[in-house]
Protein backbone atom coordinates (compact mmCIF):
# COMPACT_ATOMS: atom_id res chain seq x y z
CA UNK A 1 0.00 0.00 0.00
CA UNK A 2 2.47 2.48 1.12
CA UNK A 3 4.52 1.94 -2.44
CA UNK A 4 0.93 2.35 -4.48
CA UNK A 5 -0.55 5.95 -2.54
CA UNK A 6 3.20 7.12 -3.32
CA UNK A 7 3.50 6.53 -6.98
CA UNK A 8 0.07 7.70 -7.56
CA UNK A 9 0.56 10.86 -6.02
CA UNK A 10 3.45 11.48 -8.32
CA UNK A 11 1.63 10.20 -11.49
CA UNK A 12 -1.59 12.49 -10.23
CA UNK A 13 0.19 15.86 -10.25
CA UNK A 14 0.19 15.56 -14.32
CA UNK A 15 -4.02 15.21 -13.97
CA UNK A 16 -4.01 18.29 -11.77
CA UNK A 17 -1.87 19.86 -14.37
CA UNK A 18 -3.86 18.79 -16.98
CA UNK A 19 -6.81 20.06 -15.19
CA UNK A 20 -5.20 23.59 -14.67
CA UNK A 21 -4.37 23.59 -18.34
CA UNK A 22 -8.27 22.48 -19.30
CA UNK A 23 -9.94 25.56 -17.18
CA UNK A 24 -7.87 27.86 -19.75
CA UNK A 25 -10.78 26.66 -21.85
CA UNK A 26 -14.02 28.04 -20.10
CA UNK A 27 -14.24 31.32 -17.98
CA UNK A 28 -12.93 30.32 -14.29
CA UNK A 29 -12.46 32.91 -11.11
CA UNK A 30 -8.94 34.37 -10.90
CA UNK A 31 -9.03 32.89 -7.61
CA UNK A 32 -8.72 29.19 -8.19
CA UNK A 33 -6.06 29.59 -11.21
CA UNK A 34 -3.93 31.72 -9.37
CA UNK A 35 -4.24 29.65 -6.47
CA UNK A 36 -3.78 25.90 -8.40
CA UNK A 37 -0.96 27.93 -10.47
CA UNK A 38 1.13 29.08 -7.06
CA UNK A 39 0.40 25.70 -5.48
CA UNK A 40 1.63 23.73 -8.34
CA UNK A 41 4.81 25.95 -9.12
CA UNK A 42 5.50 25.51 -5.08
CA UNK A 43 5.35 21.71 -5.66
CA UNK A 44 7.27 22.00 -8.81
CA UNK A 45 10.02 23.61 -6.72
CA UNK A 46 9.81 21.39 -3.65
CA UNK A 47 10.36 18.10 -6.02
CA UNK A 48 13.73 20.17 -7.50
CA UNK A 49 14.69 20.82 -4.06
CA UNK A 50 14.14 17.58 -2.45
CA UNK A 51 17.49 15.44 -4.06
CA UNK A 52 19.38 18.87 -2.98
CA UNK A 53 18.52 18.21 0.49
CA UNK A 54 18.66 14.36 0.28
CA UNK A 55 22.17 15.10 -0.50
CA UNK A 56 22.71 16.68 2.41
CA UNK A 57 22.29 13.23 4.19
CA UNK A 58 24.54 11.68 2.35
CA UNK A 59 27.45 13.69 4.05
CA UNK A 60 25.71 14.57 7.43
CA UNK A 61 22.24 12.83 8.39
CA UNK A 62 21.50 15.20 11.46
CA UNK A 63 22.05 18.26 9.43
CA UNK A 64 19.69 16.85 6.57
CA UNK A 65 17.16 16.03 9.69
CA UNK A 66 17.12 19.89 10.41
CA UNK A 67 17.01 21.14 7.81
CA UNK A 68 14.35 18.78 5.86
CA UNK A 69 11.27 19.67 7.73
CA UNK A 70 11.66 23.43 8.71
CA UNK A 71 12.09 23.98 4.66
CA UNK A 72 9.16 22.39 4.11
CA UNK A 73 7.56 23.86 6.69
CA UNK A 74 8.71 27.30 5.60
CA UNK A 75 7.40 26.73 1.68
CA UNK A 76 4.37 25.61 2.27
CA UNK A 77 3.71 28.54 4.64
CA UNK A 78 5.39 30.68 2.24
CA UNK A 79 2.90 29.62 -0.66
CA UNK A 80 0.36 30.32 2.20
CA UNK A 81 1.25 33.94 2.10
CA UNK A 82 1.63 34.73 -1.56
CA UNK A 83 -2.01 33.49 -2.11
CA UNK A 84 -3.57 35.33 0.63
CA UNK A 85 -1.45 38.11 -0.48
CA UNK A 86 -2.56 38.12 -3.88
CA UNK A 87 -6.17 37.28 -3.00
CA UNK A 88 -6.11 40.75 -0.40
CA UNK A 89 -4.27 43.04 -3.17
CA UNK A 90 -6.95 42.20 -5.75
CA UNK A 91 -9.56 41.79 -3.72
CA UNK A 92 -10.72 38.13 -5.02
CA UNK A 93 -13.42 36.13 -3.30
CA UNK A 94 -11.97 33.17 -2.72
CA UNK A 95 -13.24 29.73 -4.41
CA UNK A 96 -13.57 26.55 -2.26
CA UNK A 97 -10.82 24.81 -4.19
CA UNK A 98 -8.82 27.75 -3.33
CA UNK A 99 -9.96 27.08 0.71
CA UNK A 100 -9.33 23.43 0.10
CA UNK A 101 -5.97 23.78 -1.29
CA UNK A 102 -4.74 26.61 1.40
CA UNK A 103 -6.42 24.24 4.05
CA UNK A 104 -4.27 21.49 2.66
CA UNK A 105 -0.92 23.81 2.90
CA UNK A 106 -1.60 24.09 6.30
CA UNK A 107 -2.31 20.54 7.59
CA UNK A 108 1.32 19.72 4.88
CA UNK A 109 2.95 22.48 7.58
CA UNK A 110 1.32 20.92 10.38
CA UNK A 111 1.99 17.02 9.64
CA UNK A 112 5.73 18.30 8.82
CA UNK A 113 6.07 20.60 12.22
CA UNK A 114 4.37 17.05 13.86
CA UNK A 115 6.99 14.91 12.66
CA UNK A 116 9.54 17.38 13.65
CA UNK A 117 8.58 17.48 17.08
CA UNK A 118 8.50 13.97 17.44
CA UNK A 119 11.93 13.20 15.39
CA UNK A 120 13.73 15.97 16.51
CA UNK A 121 12.62 17.25 19.92
CA UNK A 122 11.35 14.58 21.15
CA UNK A 123 13.59 11.49 19.74
CA UNK A 124 10.68 9.21 19.83
CA UNK A 125 9.94 8.48 16.12
CA UNK A 126 6.23 7.27 16.39
CA UNK A 127 5.18 9.49 13.55
CA UNK A 128 7.23 7.71 11.19
CA UNK A 129 4.17 5.83 9.28
CA UNK A 130 1.40 9.20 9.71
CA UNK A 131 4.11 11.02 7.80
CA UNK A 132 5.04 8.79 5.08
CA UNK A 133 1.43 8.34 3.94
CA UNK A 134 -0.07 11.48 5.36
CA UNK A 135 2.07 13.69 3.16
CA UNK A 136 0.87 11.85 -0.49
CA UNK A 137 -2.17 11.82 1.20
CA UNK A 138 -2.84 15.27 1.69
CA UNK A 139 -1.62 16.24 -2.20
CA UNK A 140 -3.81 13.25 -3.60
CA UNK A 141 -7.05 14.80 -1.50
CA UNK A 142 -5.91 18.40 -2.76
CA UNK A 143 -5.21 16.86 -6.46
CA UNK A 144 -8.59 15.60 -6.37
CA UNK A 145 -10.47 18.70 -5.62
CA UNK A 146 -8.80 20.65 -8.77
CA UNK A 147 -9.70 17.78 -10.90
CA UNK A 148 -13.43 17.64 -9.42
CA UNK A 149 -13.43 21.32 -9.96
CA UNK A 150 -12.01 21.16 -13.34
CA UNK A 151 -14.93 18.27 -14.13
CA UNK A 152 -17.26 21.16 -12.44
CA UNK A 153 -16.36 23.90 -14.53
CA UNK A 154 -16.30 22.13 -18.14
CA UNK A 155 -19.73 20.66 -17.40
CA UNK A 156 -21.20 23.68 -16.39
CA UNK A 157 -19.67 25.61 -18.86
CA UNK A 158 -20.86 23.13 -21.88
CA UNK A 159 -24.47 23.02 -19.79
CA UNK A 160 -24.19 27.06 -20.75
CA UNK A 161 -24.17 27.79 -16.79
CA UNK A 162 -20.89 29.96 -17.25
Known amino acids: MGL ?15 ALLLSLMWPSSKSAKITILIWIASNLAQDRLAPVLMKISDT ?23 IWYLHNKFTWP ?28 MDTNLLGEFYKYGI ?27
Open 4 to 18: FITTLGEYLWMLCIA
Open 136 to 162: PAVNIAAIFAVVLWSCSGMLKFKKGHL
Open 94 to 121: VEKVSKFICLSLLVYSMINFARFTDRII
Open 60 to 82: DPEMARLVWYPTWIAMQIGTLAV
